[in-house]
């Protein structure tokens, strides 16, 4: 059964930090684009960051330079760490995986490529 379980979510003060995980299981492929989402209430769901199977990483403006993407291939998890919160990073926090040569092709930042997403985890930062 493939599956991607997240965890590492909670409440933070703005300024601190939070370091999410997601961990991969059933994946039979042997190159995956992975990526990080959030939806905020009221919001549209949006890319954080993803991962190519080369290594290669992409932010989005909001999280570029707080936020650090980074794999353990053996250990199968990828994890968010998330630094200089801001209350606006308040969110479910989502991971998604997909077999694929690169996260540059199709619609991976939009969301659209990825059929395998983990269940979330509530990240909320207070001012």
């Known amino acids: 059964q493939v599956q991607l379980v997240e965890s590492g979510g909670g409440s933070a003060q703005a300024g601190g930090s939070l370091r999410l995980s997601c961990v991969a299981s059933g994946l039979t492929g042997s190159r995956y684009c992975m990526g990080w989402f959030r939806q905020a209430p009221g919001k549209e769901r949006e890319a954080i960051a993803d991962i190519s199977p080369d290594g290669t990483t992409n932010y989005a403006d909001s999280v570029e330079g707080r936020f650090t993407l980074s794999a353990d291939n053996s250990k199968n998890t990828l994890y968010l760490q998330m630094n200089a919160l801001k209350p606006e990073d308040t969110a479910i926090y989502y991971c998604?995986?997909?077999?694929?040569?690169?996260?540059?092709?199709?619609?991976?930042?939009?969301?659209?490529?990825?059929?395998?997403w983990g269940q979330g985890t509530q990240v909320t930062v207070s001012s």
């Open positions: 998604a995986a997909e077999e694929a040569y690169d996260c540059f092709s199709g619609s991976f930042w939009e969301g659209y490529e990825y059929n395998i």
